[in-house]
């Protein structure tokens, strides 16, 4: 005894197997969607980041020296005195300095003239 069955007068078999295939293709393009929207959902924090970056590099200052001309007039010190920590004392007491020829060493931390 044979049975066949069918939907619209063709085998099921073929059809099922056309199903399985279908499935199987529509869940790798769902897999494929699903990395794109997670991409796109980080994609803005790394935009942020490549615009801080671009922001540092336009605004990065110049290592290295830089010669200034001579002072058009004078640096003058009249009764300076300086502490780190008022109760420490001062470091500097009652400093007088008038110089027109001098030089001047700038870092980030200290500056330093000499004569």
Do not use: C
């Not at 199903?19 to 959902?41: C, E, F, K």
Request: proline share 3%.
């Amino acid at each position: 005894m044979a049975v066949y069955v069918g939907v619209f007068d063709q085998p099921l078999a073929p059809m099922v197997v056309a199903i399985l295939l279908l499935y199987r293709g529509m869940n790798a393009i769902l897999g494929v969607q699903s990395a794109w929207q997670y991409t796109m959902g980080s994609i803005g924090s790394v935009e942020m980041v490549e615009l801080e970056l671009n922001a540092l590099q336009a605004h990065r200052e110049e290592n290295g020296w830089r010669k200034l001309g001579p002072l058009q007039h004078r640096i003058e010190l009249d009764q300076v005195s300086f502490s780190y920590k008022p109760e420490l004392g001062n470091a500097l007491t009652n400093i007088t300095l008038e110089k027109t020829n001098m030089h001047l060493f700038v870092s980030s931390r200290k500056t330093t003239l000499a004569a």
